[in-house]
């Protein structure tokens, strides 16, 4: 595995300069604490844990995966007094409200420590990960009994929490669910059923798991609006160390992520605890699921960022072939395979995505913090915006992370598949990402469906005028042309295919799920084509200012350049795509795919 090293290069490059974070968290109350001394503490800090703690259990935990014993679940050597040391740090509580033991800090620089976690090692970090979309859920939705008894110990670090909704028969359609929830004369409930792929469901690393489980109440009405939201604790709180009928029946034998334990999770007339208003359970679980989404998100970003470290230290060290314009290392026998073009491609293709999607997702941290903001007004278009790039930052940013990682395993070719270099086992990691919290379809339905069509373009509206106002303002900028005459043309037709679509779904509405994955890819391509632009913008303006830093900065220009010609026509392909139609998905027989 290689050694990790924190970006913090380019995290700063982001959020100080192209996002400008230090006049945001000026702006708002969350940020008032968060000055630059402390911001970069954090930062060095975190990037210490990261590199120095986690990243050597990485390899660990992939080698040793989880044990189910007769006591639970027993994580990989060394991850529980790394654990224990993230909560003596303080880490637990970085961004959380100071009224239940938080430091107060901005949700977006939990963010940044998120992608560092998730990068020296995505398996431990889910762990911690899990229990902010739980701490979330409880601020939004829990009573003030509930916040003091399981928020605070959540923000301690001396909880965990997971979030519990597929079962063996109903995985995206959660309409179908079987768990039950019977009322009890004391005001808990009993829940038994069980749940399935069950992320850090049981572990040895904290006192106790605060499980946020979907169930349905009796005489509930069928489907999506008969579900309630439960907590159910693996200990009640006035029974610590006594079960709870809440147990690990079984651990998932799966392709990645061996260091985190992905449980299936057997209810037992558990003790429960409603939490928000009856049937209307899925509307708070959406809280939960939008912070798990915008996370793997971050996921994405996290093994693009590694294949992208691992694969230029090999090049830069490999020895093969000579370069065909001549030797670029003739005291050697070969030339280091950093010099040969294809090399080239697809490292620059992974610093494409590494750097731009870290772009994104800041951005959309940026609208997290945004959302809790006192003017309604503010508050009401942050949200808006964010729920619309949220299938984009989810979707796009994992499937094009899971094209960096194997690019990356590429680049060492044979010795790629070889496990001591850790390049297969960042493939194997990032592929889960594509699949929970809604697959890529799922979300695609969910950006191009309900976002978009279903808000008549309402959704969208706030971004492509971002994107029009600066094409407009960069309209007479010679040197950024290269990049804004693209950037406005895609933009505006973005909205014309956007339209085309909804008039071909108003005749036939599986067009909408025909075109959706193309839809929201080509999406992706363009919203990081405004970030792609943007950096360059940022760049060309440092070295006019007589940076320093010329190669830090030329790189940025080079690697947009790349980007707009050689990644961004993938746009033009995913439009020729959804523009066929569905007739050409539709019109087979389900019984011509063959008999087999």
């Known amino acids: 595995m290689p050694d990790y090293k924190a970006p913090l290069r380019d995290i ?60 639970g679940v027993k994580t990989p050597t060394g991850f529980k007094e790394a654990y224990q040391q993230f909560v003596e740090g303080g880490w637990p509580s970085l961004a959380n409200d100071v009224k239940f033991g938080g430091q107060g800090l901005p949700a977006s620089l939990g963010i940044v420590l998120s992608e560092m976690m998730g990068e020296s090692n995505w398996s431990w970090g889910m762990y911690p990960g899990l229990s902010h979309g739980c701490m979330n859920t409880l601020e939004a939705h829990g009573t003030e009994e509930q916040k003091e008894t399981y928020l605070t110990r959540l923000i301690s670090g001396e909880w965990t929490g997971t979030m519990c909704l597929t079962e063996p028969h109903c995985g995206t359609d959660l309409g179908m669910l079987k768990t039950k929830a019977t009322p009890q004369e004391d005001g808990t409930y009993k829940i038994s059923g069980t749940k399935i792929f069950i992320s850090s469901g049981d ?42 009928g809440v147990v690990c029946g079984s651990l998932e034998h799966k392709m990645g992520i061996h260091g985190n334990a992905t449980c299936v999770m057997n209810f037992d007339d558990a003790t429960g605890y409603l939490i928000g208003p009856e049937n209307k359970g899925l509307n708070c679980m959406f809280t939960f699921m939008n912070s798990a989404r915008l996370g793997t998100g971050v996921q994405g970003l996290a093994h693009a960022e590694i294949a992208y470290q691992g694969a230029v230290r090999y090049a830069r060290d490999r020895l093969q072939m000579r370069s065909l314009t001549g030797p670029k290392n003739p005291e050697g026998p070969a030339d280091p395979i950093i010099v040969h073009p294809d090399v080239r491609r697809m490292l620059l293709t992974v610093k494409a995505f590494a750097e731009g999607n870290r772009a994104m997702i800041y951005y959309v941290a940026k609208l997290a913090d945004l959302v809790h903001s006192k003017d309604a007004e503010v508050a009401k278009q942050a949200d808006l915006e964010m729920g619309f790039l949220t299938p984009i930052v989810k979707a796009f940013i994992t499937e094009t992370g899971f094209e960096a990682a194997n690019l990356g395993l590429q680049c060492y070719g044979g010795h790629g598949f070889i496990s001591e270099w850790g390049m297969e086992q960042n493939v194997r990691d990032s592929r889960i990402s594509m699949l929970y919290e809604g697959t890529t379809g799922i979300q695609a339905l969910d950006l191009l469906g309900r976002k978009v069509l279903m808000t008549q373009g309402a959704t969208m509206k706030p971004f492509t005028k971002m994107v029009h106002k600066f094409c407009q303002a960069q309209a007479d900028n010679e040197g950024l042309q290269e990049f804004i005459k693209p950037l406005a043309a895609l933009n505006k037709e973005w909205g014309d295919v956007t339209m085309q679509i909804g008039m071909k779904a108003m005749q036939n509405k599986e067009e909408v799920g025909a075109a959706s994955v193309d839809y929201l890819m080509y999406s ?48 033009q392909m995913h439009k020729a795509c959804f523009e066929s139609g569905a007739d050409n998905l539709m019109a087979m027989k389900e019984e011509d795919f063959g008999d087999v």
């Open 203 to 244: 572990h040895d690393m904290a006192e106790n798991i605060v499980h946020v489980v979907l169930a349905r109440l009796p005489g509930a009405p069928e489907g999506t609006k008969g579900i309630s939201l439960f907590i159910v604790p693996k200990h009640r709180p006035d029974a610590i160390g006594e079960g709870n």
């Open 12 to 71: 700063r490059f982001v959020r100080d300069e192209l996002l400008g974070y230090a006049e945001h968290y000026a702006s708002i109350p969350e940020g008032e604490d968060a000055t630059p001394d402390m911001v970069d503490a954090i930062l060095e800090e975190g990037a210490k844990f990261c590199e120095q703690v986690l990243s050597p259990l990485n390899r660990v935990g992939d080698e040793e995966g989880c044990t189910l014993t007769e006591n």
């Open 524 to 571: 992706g391509y363009v919203t990081l084509a405004y970030f792609w632009a943007q950096m360059a913008q940022t760049a060309k303006e440092a070295l006019a200012n007589g940076t320093t830093e010329t190669g830090f900065y030329q790189a940025k220009i080079q690697t947009a350049q790349f980007y707009f010609q050689r990644i961004l026509p993938r746009a």
